[in-house]
């Protein structure tokens, strides 16, 4: 996603609702409770409600817990970027491809 301004309140940016909208994101990682809660309070219902129907990895119990408390799908995986990414490529191979 795109970076965001901390100078006055932080918003998620256009380019990146806009980018929820046309399905362009496929998943969330989450690194921490703590950076779900702020992501959580920069995004309107709208933008909420598009990242509560992606897949959430989470590299930690706690975090996935959190996540599902608050209404998302959560997909534990190993601790570390390493297992966040050893899930996404579990979780992206199992998936269907688009036709040609």
Do not use: Y
């Not at 970076?3 to 909208?21: F, N, Q």
């Not at 309070?41 to 933008?47: F, R």
């Not at 975090?63 to 990414?85: C, N």
């Amino acid at each position: 996603m795109s970076a965001v301004s901390m100078k006055s309140r932080a918003t998620l940016s256009k380019e990146s609702v806009e980018a929820l909208r046309a399905n362009r994101v496929q998943a969330v990682t989450l690194t921490s409770a703590e950076g779900l809660d702020n992501l959580c309070a920069i995004v309107d219902d709208e933008a909420r409600a598009l990242l509560m129907r992606l897949p959430a990895f989470a590299q930690h119990p706690r975090i996935a817990e959190h996540a599902r408390s608050l209404g998302f799908t959560a997909i534990e995986t190993a601790s570390g970027d390493a297992g966040l990414v050893a899930g996404l490529l579990e979780w992206s191979s199992t998936r269907s491809r688009p036709g040609p």
